[in-house]
Protein backbone atom coordinates (compact mmCIF):
# COMPACT_ATOMS: atom_id res chain seq x y z
CA UNK A 1 0.00 0.00 0.00
CA UNK A 2 2.88 2.35 0.62
CA UNK A 3 3.87 2.94 -3.46
CA UNK A 4 0.30 2.78 -3.98
CA UNK A 5 0.17 5.90 -1.73
CA UNK A 6 3.17 7.14 -2.74
CA UNK A 7 1.85 6.60 -6.64
CA UNK A 8 -1.30 9.20 -6.28
CA UNK A 9 0.64 11.58 -3.93
CA UNK A 10 3.01 12.47 -6.58
CA UNK A 11 0.01 12.03 -9.74
CA UNK A 12 -2.43 14.59 -7.38
CA UNK A 13 0.51 16.55 -6.81
CA UNK A 14 1.04 16.74 -10.80
CA UNK A 15 -1.93 17.32 -11.42
CA UNK A 16 -1.85 20.60 -9.12
CA UNK A 17 -4.72 21.86 -6.73
CA UNK A 18 -7.52 22.35 -8.47
CA UNK A 19 -7.29 19.23 -10.93
CA UNK A 20 -5.18 17.18 -8.00
CA UNK A 21 -8.43 17.76 -5.25
CA UNK A 22 -10.86 16.80 -7.95
CA UNK A 23 -9.41 13.64 -8.71
CA UNK A 24 -8.91 12.51 -5.16
CA UNK A 25 -12.76 13.85 -4.21
CA UNK A 26 -14.39 11.90 -7.94
CA UNK A 27 -12.29 8.42 -6.46
CA UNK A 28 -12.94 8.77 -2.93
CA UNK A 29 -9.18 9.80 -2.11
CA UNK A 30 -7.90 10.61 1.65
CA UNK A 31 -5.75 13.60 0.36
CA UNK A 32 -4.47 16.69 2.35
CA UNK A 33 -2.97 19.66 0.36
CA UNK A 34 -1.31 21.95 2.77
CA UNK A 35 -1.00 25.41 0.66
CA UNK A 36 1.40 28.44 1.94
CA UNK A 37 -0.68 31.40 2.41
CA UNK A 38 0.38 35.00 3.11
CA UNK A 39 1.25 34.02 6.50
CA UNK A 40 0.32 30.59 7.57
CA UNK A 41 -0.32 27.02 5.91
CA UNK A 42 -3.89 26.47 4.46
CA UNK A 43 -5.14 23.11 4.47
CA UNK A 44 -7.90 21.87 1.83
CA UNK A 45 -8.20 18.05 1.66
CA UNK A 46 -11.08 15.40 0.44
CA UNK A 47 -11.95 11.71 1.86
CA UNK A 48 -11.62 12.06 5.67
CA UNK A 49 -9.39 15.48 5.32
CA UNK A 50 -12.32 16.80 3.50
CA UNK A 51 -13.39 19.30 6.82
CA UNK A 52 -10.16 21.28 6.28
CA UNK A 53 -9.89 24.05 4.73
CA UNK A 54 -8.68 26.63 7.38
CA UNK A 55 -5.47 27.65 8.81
CA UNK A 56 -3.85 25.08 9.85
CA UNK A 57 -1.99 27.67 12.59
CA UNK A 58 -5.67 27.95 13.61
CA UNK A 59 -6.81 24.86 14.65
CA UNK A 60 -7.42 23.91 18.44
CA UNK A 61 -4.12 22.70 20.46
CA UNK A 62 -1.85 24.36 17.80
CA UNK A 63 0.43 27.25 18.77
CA UNK A 64 -0.41 30.46 16.72
CA UNK A 65 3.44 31.74 15.34
Known amino acids: ECT ?3 AWATALRVAG ?3 GLALARRLGLDGLFLLRGEER ?4 GS ?3 AARGH ?3 SRP ?3 SP
Open 41 to 44: LVEL
Open 55 to 57: DAE
Open 4 to 6: GAD
Open 61 to 63: GRA
Open 17 to 19: LED
Open 47 to 49: GCF
